[in-house]
Each structure stands twice: as structure tokens, then as C-alpha cells.
T-cell receptor, first 112, second 116 residues
Framework: RKEVEQDPGPFNVPEGATVAFNCTYSNSASQSFFWYRQDCRKEPKLLMSVYSSGNEDGRFTAQLNRASQYISLLIRDSKLSDSATYLC?????????????FGKGTKLSVKP | DAGVTQSPTHLIKTRGQQVTLRCSPKSGHDTVSWYQQALGQGPQFIFQ???????QRGNFPDRFSGHQFPNYSSELNVNALLLGDSALYLC???????????????FGPGTRLTVL
């Protein structure tokens, strides 16, 4: 089982749609969780950290369920500029794989 | 405030050659991590440098080595290049050991390495 698994995608949605991405992780000792966004041929950029209580930033809501080892990202009112690959990232600080473990990413394409 | 910078942006090498990639961290950051991103994959952790020492390492062979200098900049060296080493190599910097306590990592634009 991969350490971090994401929906394979791609997700093709119209502007204004709500889209949800899911992610599971295998190491119950994982300590911190993130969603990164990566535009085509660009570097990843932090979108949100994900806390146990859940957190929201404008149109973006992230949830964490430690018991199920599950992370989600909800994007409301999708914009064309949201088109990108979304990477689920788990910190296994001190673990054998070290540092941040990235999922393969889910590609989102928002159409007019 | 300069962000993370990497050089070169692109590089073409042949099998068996050696390559050195360079990274300057974001101003005020003292920790540098290196990642390899193959096409269609997420970045994979190579190693992390803090206080001029390798602190953590991912599942990469000894052909991958690194260094951190007193000014916190870093180099990634890859020896005996293989075709499979073709990838985007990303450097990320943070203040303190990345990942601990939700420390954010900032990524550079990457070096795209092609091995022929």
C-alpha cells in the first residue's frame, strides 16, 4: 500500500462547481498534513495546512480524520484559475521515508 | 525578499555522467530539502540538510549525495547517471527541520534534468 493515496482524477468540472478531493495515508504516526497546489511545469506551493479541527480558507475547506487516516479538500465555486494538480502531503518526520510524503496528485480542470 | 532559487533551470547529460545542482534557500531559512519529481508523479524526498549535515534521507541510492554550506545554500550531486534519473529536481527550504510542527516548506522552480 502506498503511503499517501489520492483520487486518480482527472476531474473536469464547470466553473462554479463544487469539487472534493480525497486522500488516505498509511502511517498512523504521521504528524502533520498539507494540501499543495502545482501548476503545470511549476513548483508545488502550499495551499493549506490541515488541522485536526478542520480549517477553511475562503472557498477551500480541508478536513482531517485521524481515526480513518483520511484527508479531504473541498473547493466551492470553482474558478478557471483553480485548474492545477492538487497534492496531498503527509509529514512522517523521523520516519524511514523521512520528511514530507507526497501523493501522486489529482489534476483538476475547470472549464468555462 | 528572494525566494528559493535553483540553478541551472535545465540540464542535459548522458548516461554515466555526473551532475551537480545548486539551491539557495529563501532568506532567513536554514534547512534545505531535495526532492525528485518524475513526470506524472508527486515529488519524492531525497534528503534534508540542516546545520551542514544530512539529517534525513529517503530511499535513494548512494549515487545521490549532497552538501550544505555555511550560508545555508546546498548542492545535490548525482553520480553515474541513469536514464531513470531524468526528472524535475526540486529544492525546498524551511526554518528548522521541515515537517516538524507544521513548518512550511517553500519550493524553488526546480532543475529539469534529462539523461540521454
Amino acid at each position: 500500500r502506498k503511503e499517501v493515496e489520492q483520487d486518480p482524477g482527472p476531474f473536469n468540472v464547470p466553473e462554479g462547481a463544487t469539487v472534493a478531493f480525497n486522500c488516505t495515508y498509511s502511517n498512523s504516526a504521521s504528524q502533520s498534513f498539507f494540501w499543495y497546489r502545482q501548476d503545470c511545469r511549476k513548483e508545488p506551493k502550499l495551499l493549506m495546512s490541515v488541522y485536526s479541527s478542520g480549517n477553511e480558507d475562503g472557498r477551500f475547506t480541508a478536513q482531517l480524520n485521524r481515526a480513518s487516516q483520511y484527508i479531504s479538500l473541498l473547493i466551492r465555486d470553482s474558478k478557471l484559475s483553480d485548474s492545477a494538480t492538487y497534492l496531498c502531503v503527509v509529514n512522517n518526520y523521523g520516519g524511514s521515508q523521512g520528511n514530507l510524503i507526497f501523493g501522486k496528485g489529482t489534476k483538476l480542470s475547470v472549464k468555462p | 525578499d528572494a525566494g528559493v532559487t535553483q540553478s541551472p533551470t535545465h540540464l542535459i547529460k548522458t548516461r554515466g555522467q555526473q551532475v551537480t545542482l545548486r539551491c539557495s534557500p529563501k532568506s532567513g531559512h536554514d534547512t534545505v530539502s531535495w526532492y525528485q519529481q518524475a513526470l506524472g508523479q508527486g515529488p519524492q524526498f531525497i534528503f534534508q540538510y540542516y546545520e551542514e549535515e544530512e539529517r534525513q534521507r529517503g530511499n535513494f541510492p548512494d549515487r545521490f549525495s549532497g552538501h550544505q554550506f555555511p550560508n545555508y545554500s546546498s548542492e545535490l550531486n548525482v553520480n553515474a547517471l541513469l536514464l531513470g534519473d531524468s526528472a524535475l529536481y526540486l529544492c525546498a527550504s524551511s526554518l528548522g527541520l521541515a515537517g516538524a510542527n507544521y513548518n512550511e516548506q517553500f519550493f524553488g522552480p526546480g532543475t529539469r534534468l534529462t539523461v540521454l
